[in-house]
T-cell receptor, first 118, second 110 residues
Framework: GAGVSQSPSNKVTEKGKDVELRCDPI?????LYWYRQSLGQGLEFLIY????????KSGLPSDRFSAERTGGSVSTLTIQRTQQEDSAVYLC????????????????FGDGTRLSIL | DAKTTQPTSMDCAEGRAANLPCNHS???????VYWYRQIHSQGPQYIIH???NNETNEMASLIITEDRKSSTLILPHATLRDTAVYYC???????????FGKGTMLLVSP
């Protein structure tokens, strides 16, 4: 498809397990973003990539969260030793560029991964 | 980023124009106004954005007041598929500034 693709769409796991979420951005988009949306809450920025580099990791909630991007395309968000407060919808977005005028261009979102920690 | 204020909910009849207001009285000169919407269980969808001038695209029109302290998103002929939560965001252009608040729940009825 032409849009941002995320997998899995739903993930249920036990507290303490590790989870890996995947994002396939729109082809050719060099900028990729991860967000978290908790029930009834707004959108929380986590991290962004320009190519394979993540210049700012300050939005990650704790050191249990990490993200990587390879080949300037697919990105994975990993949560280690999951806690119940990690339950949320994790959204990925991409845009053509994250520098200069590229920042004005809209971000295109996937439909997210709904993560439930039991 | 400047704080925005939106009504919690609005109703609109199908076929009518939907006018969604947003107050951003503390907006700075380098902050843009963006609108996104989110239909239930889907990711946010970009609608339109602007800095000072009014903007129009195939989805909507954005009217920004001259003092830039408020704006209105206009859906000219609302359809049932426009039922969604609409988010007004005021942001400087950095990668980490696209954050949403509670938005306006627009319900379009037959």
């Amino acid at each position: 498809g032409a849009g941002v693709s995320q997998s899995p769409s739903n993930k249920v796991t036990e507290k303490g397990k590790d989870v890996e979420l995947r994002c396939d951005p729109i082809s050719g988009h060099t900028a990729l973003y991860w967000y978290r949306q908790s029930l009834g809450q707004g959108l929380e920025f986590l991290i962004y990539f320009q190519g394979n580099s993540a210049p700012d990791k300050s939005g990650l909630p704790s050191d249990r969260f990490s993200a990587e991007r390879t080949g300037g395309s697919v990105s994975t968000l990993t949560i280690q030793r999951t806690q119940q407060e990690d339950s949320a919808v994790y959204l990925c977005a991409s845009s053509p560029d994250v520098s200069g005028r590229g920042l004005e261009q809209p971000q295109h979102f996937g439909d997210g991964t709904r993560l439930s920690i039991l | 980023d400047a704080k925005t204020t939106q009504p919690t909910s609005m109703d609109c009849a199908e076929g009518r124009a939907a006018n969604l207001p947003c107050n951003h009285s503390t907006i700075s000169g380098n902050e843009y106004v963006y609108w996104y919407r989110q239909i239930h269980s889907q990711g946010p969808q970009y609608i339109i954005h602007g800095l000072k001038n009014n903007e129009t695209n195939e989805m909507a029109s954005l009217i920004i007041t001259e003092d830039r302290k408020s704006s209105t998103l206009i859906l000219p002929h609302a359809t049932l598929r426009d039922t969604a939560v609409y988010y007004c965001i005021v942001r400087v252009l950095t990668p980490s500034t696209l954050t949403f608040g509670k938005g306006t729940m627009l319900l379009v009825s037959p």
